[in-house]
């Protein structure tokens, strides 16, 4: 199975701070990359695919990049509305893993 | 809109059995390849299961092999987990989630989950 581990596992930020996650797969992936938000208490929520492709709906302050075994999901400026946990999770082959997870807490 | 909507959740004994439901709305349910992931308390994302369109590609994580059977009726716009043999590290929220229509797509959207509880 392919191994995805993301770093940092936790961080605090303020509002208005630009914030990167980073998630590296044990082995190349291509660009089958995706992003997912998940507030306490709630379903995820799909931001980003195909490694940098933003999902209908999700404001244009996510981005994504990278490609073969590095990711960066990026928020250009944060909002209250952001904190949460995001997970990375390839799906480029079987079974599909995720992310351990970062938390992204208000300083 | 894409609703996604899970059902049948709840507590069972350890060995037990459970049917989950997933209710699709909003689009054409048969043309999308749909998944079930599952978060224990406290814990991370887990993929669980995976089915086609068509049903003609079928697969399991190796922790569920061989006691959960993942299956959907078209006609119904469902999507279903059958559980058998439960066990106390089942215990988690168990969400049906919808890709895109190949076997390498992602998930585009989530169901809210139903809880599932394997305990004496």
């Known amino acids: 199975d392919i191994q995805m581990t993301q770093s940092p596992s936790s961080l605090s930020a303020s509002v208005g701070d630009r914030v990167t996650i980073t998630c590296r797969a044990s082995?190349?992936?291509?660009?089958?990359l995706a992003w997912f938000q998940q507030k306490p208490g709630k379903a995820p929520k799909t931001l980003i695919y195909?490694?940098?492709s933003l999902q209908s709906g999700v404001p244009s302050k996510f981005s994504g990049s990278g490609s073969g075994t590095d990711f960066t999901l990026t928020i250009s400026s944060l909002q209250p509305e952001d904190f949460a946990t995001y997970y990375c999770?390839?799906?480029?082959?079987?079974?599909?893993?995720f992310g351990q997870g970062t938390y992204v807490e208000i300083k | 809109e894409v609703q996604l909507v899970e059902s049948g959740g709840g507590l069972v004994q350890p060995g037990g059995s459970l049917r989950l439901s997933c209710a699709a709305s909003?689009?054409?349910?048969?043309?999308?390849?749909m998944s079930w992931v599952r978060q224990a308390p406290g814990k991370g994302l887990e993929w669980v299961a995976y089915?086609?369109?068509?049903?003609?590609?079928?697969y399991y994580a190796d922790s569920v092999k061989g006691r959960i059977t993942i299956s959907r009726d078209n006609a119904k716009n469902s999507l279903y987990l059958q559980m058998n043999s439960l066990r106390a590290e089942d215990t988690a929220v168990y969400y049906c989630?919808?890709?895109?229509?190949?076997?390498?797509?992602?998930?585009?959207?989530w169901g809210q989950g139903t809880l599932v509880t394997v305990s004496a």
């Open positions: 195909a490694a940098s």
């Open positions: 909003g689009f054409t349910f048969s043309s999308y390849t």
């Open positions: 989630a919808r890709a895109r229509t190949t076997v390498t797509s992602p998930i585009e959207y």
């Open positions: 999770q390839q799906y480029n082959s079987y079974p599909p893993t």
């Open positions: 082995q190349g992936i291509n660009n089958y």
């Open positions: 089915i086609s369109s068509s049903s003609s590609a079928i």
